[in-house]
């Protein structure tokens, strides 16, 4: 600090007149404190998930399906109807719902390692069976919940718990891209990556699941939305190299942009 | 100086991870160095210069920041003025 700064007062709303332009949490978010690690990306991504199913007017008719991972532990926090899948099956729990009520809004939040590691197939034949779905991919390339291990996922001479000197092709294999091979199935409408490691990325991420929504609403068929997020523990890191950490290893292999459109 | 918005900090919430500190742009947020929360963590200050620009709440894992824009941007003293 240096000497001509002061700290301005911020324990109560200001005495001038103001607009509130950007609430704590947003009203979807009953419960805004957590439990998930300081400088998860995982609560910022869903931020950007439920204040998108607000700005649609789609929180009377949402139902939301949750795979296993730190994220699950968000899912009581919502004023979202949730239904808890078997790791890695939310796909297709979310196929059901979606026949039975065709007239709902169904989304599935998943991390890496359940849908790419222990679900690929359901997400996959959910894709090309053209469901008329929105799943959410919270990728940050590790198994975040267990402790930091590899997820196929991690990219290329990453350093994770289970590949100590960096992941290695001959060893571990090469990492799967998944939205990547979504984009290339037939029944897949809306298909885009981005990130939450920076303030404009988090509204380009609210943007694609925006239109990944509105591609469901309009009864596109399969919508996949991939947000790369920060995961400081998992990757034993400091909180704050987190959003280059993800710039550097991660965004360079899984490229940030919309893959498919309708 | 113009100060076009700012923020209330719950400070309680705050886990310390100075995401909104890079995160903002006129770089008016600052961790404090000693001072922590009850669960110990350190938390942000606000300088003036705030634009209301949302990017602290929008990057925020812990929903710590609530924006305001002011209707008519204030005139902040600075300096030695301030101090008086």
């Known amino acids: 600090m240096s000497a001509d700064q002061i700290y301005i007062s911020t324990d109560k709303p200001p005495a001038e007149p103001a607009a509130l332009v950007d609430d704590f949490a947003p009203s979807l978010i009953t419960q805004a404190n957590h439990h998930l690690c300081p400088g998860c990306g995982e609560p910022i991504a869903i931020r950007a998930a439920v204040e998108a199913i607000e700005e649609l007017a789609l929180a009377d008719r949402a139902i939301a399906v949750f795979g296993i991972g730190c994220y699950t532990a968000f899912a009581p926090n919502l004023d979202v109807e949730v239904v808890q899948a078997l790791h890695g099956r939310a796909p297709s729990v979310a196929t059901g719902i979606k026949r039975m009520l065709p007239d709902g809004f169904v989304m599935t939040v998943q991390g890496d390692g359940d849908m790419v590691n222990e679900g690929l197939q359901e997400v996959l034949h959910a894709a090309a069976r053209g469901e008329n779905i929105t799943c959410l991919l919270l990728n940050n390339g590790v198994f975040g919940e267990t402790g930091g291990q590899m997820t196929t996922t991690t990219t290329l001479g990453q350093r994770t718990k289970t590949s100590i000197e960096g992941r290695d092709p001959h060893q571990h294999g090469h990492p799967i891209l998944l939205s990547d091979l979504i984009a290339t199935l037939d029944g897949a409408a809306y298909v885009a990556r981005c990130a939450v490691n920076n303030a404009g990325n988090v509204a380009r991420t609210k943007r694609y699941i925006t239109r990944a929504y509105e591609s469901q609403m309009a009864g596109g068929g399969f919508s996949l939305v991939e947000i790369l997020t920060m995961c400081p523990t998992g990757w034993f890191v400091d909180t704050l190299e987190g959003p280059d950490y993800l710039q550097d290893t991660l965004a360079p292999v899984h490229n940030i942009g919309e893959l498919k459109t309708p | ?84």
């Open chain 2, 1 to 84: 100086m113009t100060v076009r918005g700012t923020v209330v900090i719950d400070v309680e919430a705050c886990k310390g991870c100075d995401l909104c500190i890079d995160a903002c742009p006129p770089r008016v947020l600052e961790m404090t160095v000693h001072e922590v929360n009850t669960k110990g963590y350190r938390y942000p200050r606000l300088l003036a210069g705030c634009t209301g620009c949302q990017a602290c709440a929008q990057i925020c894992p812990d929903f710590v920041f609530q924006v305001y824009k002011y209707d008519t941007p204030l005139e902040l003293p600075t300096g030695e003025a301030a101090r008086q």
